[in-house]
Nanobody, 132 residues
Framework: DVQLVESGGGSVQAGGSLTLNCTASYEYTVTGTTVAWFRQAPGEAREGIAAIGRTATANYADSVKGRFTISKNIAKNSLYLHMDNLKPEDTAVYFC??????????????????????????WGQGTQVTVS
């Protein structure tokens, strides 16, 4: 089975920073698949916030653009989400997710790693981030 294990969540004051880690199963490498971070606040739908594919090109939701950075470590088969200037509205459970292959979303002739929940096949258990 594919397993994704997140860590790095916690409580932080507004304006602070956190880095989330996700270790992926070696059945699918982070190099050859789309990997992403989603989050879900209480009473809200799960939303995609950052995704990265085969290259270093990333796709971000408008709500986190300029504040969050997604990256991957190929040697460790790991995914990271560095979050700066955190706001109370960033409070949520954060999930890492992985697709079986490369998934892209194309609009206006431009394609980016997909943030569509239906494009991701495997999910971690989630880690809580609380911003006060």
């Amino acid at each position: 089975d594919v397993q994704l294990v997140e860590s790095g969540g916690g409580s932080v004051q507004a304006g602070g920073s956190l880095t989330l880690n996700c270790t992926a199963s070696y059945e699918y490498t982070v190099t050859g698949t789309t990997v992403a971070w989603f989050r879900q606040a209480p009473g809200e739908a799960r939303e995609g916030i950052a995704a990265i594919g085969r290259t270093a090109t990333a796709n971000y939701a408008d709500s986190v653009k300029g504040r969050f950075t997604i990256s991957k470590n190929i040697a460790k088969n790991s995914l990271y989400l560095h979050m700066d200037n955190l706001k109370p509205e960033d409070t949520a459970v954060y999930f890492c997710a992985q697709a079986r292959g490369i998934r892209t979303f194309c609009s206006g002739g431009r394609c980016s790693p997909s943030l569509q929940i239906t494009d991701l096949d495997f999910w971690g258990q989630g880690t809580q981030v609380t911003v006060s």
